[in-house]
């Protein structure tokens, strides 16, 4: 792989981050890195690290460390690190908040451990999301933020993981996500990590492509992740992209890799999958709570997209066994 082409991650290094987690992330994701680039039999690393900081009199964050500084990379998410003290402030998140979310427009993945949920949460763009944070911290995060969603992992374009110690998890997700599960479970074997349950909790996840470019189908992207592809109608997807329908389908495509009602169907499948192996709903009211009226559409779109039926993806993933 080119070096200018190499996908870059970028950990948030603000007031009181916990720099063990910086520092851990980095290593992970550089050893996934190497690994990834021993099975592409090359030298160049097709994911590299940055760190990005505010400091003195800059009123914007500035890249001051990369692990290929040689090189240039493509921005394909960011990191917020957990903290060990209390979390970030609003005032002290405010410089933040207007870089994040130009950056989130563009289609990077934001995402964030512990208590940076926090700091993502201060950019608004968690409003009717999923997210978690530390459980300690979950009464004030209901507070500072109350219309953010039930408590989950991901959600798309918005990775959430829940105590200090998970950016373990969250690396791995990336690396999955970014590289694929074989130099995920690598690099979770080199590190001595777990990765079974880590193989669970993201099983078949969606991870749409975000860095298409197109930024009218891009907005499309994020409007069907936050209302969760309840309505999906092609008028009103057109409309959101301010595109004629002909004109909406051929971009959303190319954009893509699929139809948006291929697309629509993976966005909704994602949330009953979360339903089914998070809570004790029935697959009835789940089909109804994801957008199915027809149950019976429902088992046949998930058995076709999932490779299992809703009634064995719960027995075999849920997270309440005994």
């Known amino acids: 792989m ?13 007031e009181k981050a916990q720099m063990a987690a910086i520092l851990g992330l980095t290593d992970l994701l550089m050893v996934a890195s190497k690994i990834a680039a021993k099975h592409q039999d090359t030298t160049d690393l097709p994911l590299q690290v940055s760190y990005w900081e505010i400091k003195g009199s800059n009123l914007r964050p500035t890249c001051n460390f990369s692990s290929n500084p040689d090189g240039s990379g493509r921005l394909a998410a960011i990191i917020i690190p957990p903290t060990l003290e209390t979390p970030i402030a609003k005032q002290a998140a405010a410089p933040w908040l207007e870089w994040l979310r130009d950056q989130h427009s563009t289609g990077v993945i934001l995402s964030s451990v512990c208590a940076g949920a926090f700091l ?3 950019t608004g763009l968690l409003s009717k999301r999923k997210a978690t944070t530390h459980w300690g911290y979950a009464e004030d995060f209901k507070q500072r933020f109350s219309d953010v969603d039930r408590i989950i992992i991901e959600d798309g374009d918005i990775v959430t993981a829940g105590g200090a110690m998970a950016w ?16 995920m479970n690598e690099t979770a074997r080199a590190l001595l990590i777990d990765p079974s349950r880590r193989e669970q909790c993201y099983y078949s996840a969606f991870s749409p492509n975000l860095t298409h470019g ?8 994020h409007w069907l992740q936050k209302t969760e592809a309840r309505v999906i109608d092609l008028s009103t997807l057109a409309s959101c992209a301010q595109l004629e329908e002909r004109t909406f389908l051929r971009r959303f495509h190319k954009a893509t890799g699929m139809t948006s009602t291929e697309y629509c169907q993976r966005l909704r499948i994602g949330s009953a999958k979360d339903f089914l192996q998070f809570s004790l709903m029935p697959v009835e009211q789940i089909a109804w709570k994801v957008g199915y009226s027809d149950v019976s559409a429902f088992r046949k779109i998930f058995k076709r997209v999932v490779g299992l039926t809703p009634s064995e993806y719960r027995r075999r993933f849920t997270l309440d066994k005994e």
Not at 2 to 14: D, F, M, P
Not at 214 to 221: E, G, M, R, W
């Open 168 to 183: 373990t998890d969250l690396g791995l997700r990336m690396v999955d996500r970014f590289l694929g599960s074989q130099v």
């Open 120 to 122: 993502l949460g201060e």
């Open 2 to 14: 080119n070096q200018k082409h190499a996908i870059e991650i970028g950990l948030i290094v603000y």
């Open 214 to 221: 197109d930024a009218a189908i891009l907005k499309v992207q």
